[in-house]
C-alpha cells in the first residue's frame, strides 16, 4: 500500500470529525473519497499531506509513519506528494509560467530545465499560448488546470485532488476529469480525489470511499457503489433526503 490510515481521529473546535478513519489506497490506484459537505473530506487531506496532526490513529505512507514526524521530516516525503487545492491557491500576482514554475524554483533546478518542463507541462494541459496571462485573466476551467499542471510538474508520487470540478460546468468538469485519469495512466502517481460530483465518481474512480459519520462508511468499486441499496450510501449517491426538514414543501 502506498498509503494506509489506521483507526485516525481529530476534533476540531468542538466537533469530533473525524471518528476512526481506516483506509487503504494501492500503488497508481484512483480513488475517490465521496461524503456530504462537512463530513471531513478536506481535513482527512490536510491530514495526509502532514499539514494538521491527528488526536490519534497512524497515517502510513509506505513504510513510514507520518504523525510522529516533525516538519522538517516530513519536508522530504511532502516532496513526492502533490496536491490541487480546492480553490486552486495560484498566487495571484504571478503569471501562468512562474506559478507552474515555483516548485522547481524553490529546489533550485536549472532555469533551462524548468523552462522545458513548464512548456512541456502546460502544453499538456491545453495551456500553451497562456504562459504569459495573470490568474485573473483566466476562466475557471483555466486555473484549475494551472493548479493541476503546478502540482504534477514536480511528478509527485501520490495526489490529491479537493474538489477539482467544483464551480465548473458540465464540459469544463469532463475536461478535468479527463485529465486526472490520463495524467495518472501517463506518470502512475497514487490519485486520491475528493468529491462530492458522481458524474466525476463515474469519470475518474477505480476505487470509492464514502465518509460519513466520521468514518469510511463503504469502500468499494464506483459500480457497487453506485447502485448500492444501503439506504445512508443511496440517500447521498442520489441526493435523497433521509428525513424531510419540517415545514419543507
Ligand atoms: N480549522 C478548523 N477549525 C474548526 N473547525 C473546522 C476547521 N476546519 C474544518 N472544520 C470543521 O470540520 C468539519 C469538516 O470540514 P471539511 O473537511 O472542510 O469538510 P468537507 O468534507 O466539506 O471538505 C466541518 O464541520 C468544519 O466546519
Ligand atoms: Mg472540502
Known amino acids: 500500500m502506498v498509503l494506509r490510515l489506521v483507526e485516525v481521529t481529530k476534533t476540531l473546535g468542538t466537533q469530533q470529525v473525524l471518528e476512526g478513519v481506516n483506509l487503504e489506497v494501492a500503488p497508481r490506484e484512483r480513488l475517490c473519497v465521496v461524503g456530504r459537505s462537512g463530513a471531513g473530506k478536506s481535513v482527512l487531506l490536510r491530514l495526509i499531506l502532514g499539514l494538521i496532526k491527528p488526536d490519534s490513529g497512524e497515517i502510513w505512507y509506505g513504510e513510514t509513519n507520518l504523525v510522529p514526524l516533525t516538519d522538517r521530516e516530513l519536508a522530504p516525503l511532502r516532496r513526492e506528494m502533490g496536491m ?30 524548468i523552462r522545458q518542463q513548464v512548456l512541456r507541462i502546460l502544453e499538456r494541459l491545453f495551456l500553451k499560448g497562456h504562459e504569459k496571462k495573470m490568474p485573473a485573466e483566466l476562466s475557471g476551467g483555466m486555473r484549475k488546470r494551472v493548479a493541476l499542471a503546478r502540482a504534477i510538474i514536480s511528478r509527485p508520487k501520490l495526489i490529491l485532488y479537493d474538489e477539482p470540478t467544483a464551480g465548473l460546468d458540465p464540459i469544463g468538469s469532463t475536461e478535468i476529469t479527463d485529465l486526472i485519469r490520463c495524467l495518472n495512466e501517463e506518470f502512475g502517481a497514487t490519485t486520491i480525489v475528493v468529491t462530492h460530483d458522481m458524474r466525476s465518481v463515474e469519470q475518474i474512480a477505480q476505487q470509492v470511499a ?8 463503504k469502500v468499494g468499486s464506483p459500480e457497487q457503489f453506485l447502485s448500492s441499496e ?5 440517500a447521498f449517491v442520489h441526493g435523497l433526503v433521509e428525513e424531510p426538514a419540517v415545514g419543507a414543501c
Open 210 to 217: 464514502f465518509l460519513h459519520a466520521g468514518r469510511i462508511y
Open 230 to 234: 444501503e439506504p445512508v450510501v443511496k
Open 84 to 113: 490541487v487545492f480546492q480553490n486552486g491557491a495560484l498566487f495571484d500576482f504571478m503569471n501562468v509560467e512562474d506559478n507552474v514554475a515555483f516548485v522547481l524554483r524553490e529546489r533550485r533546478r536549472p532555469e533551462s530545465e
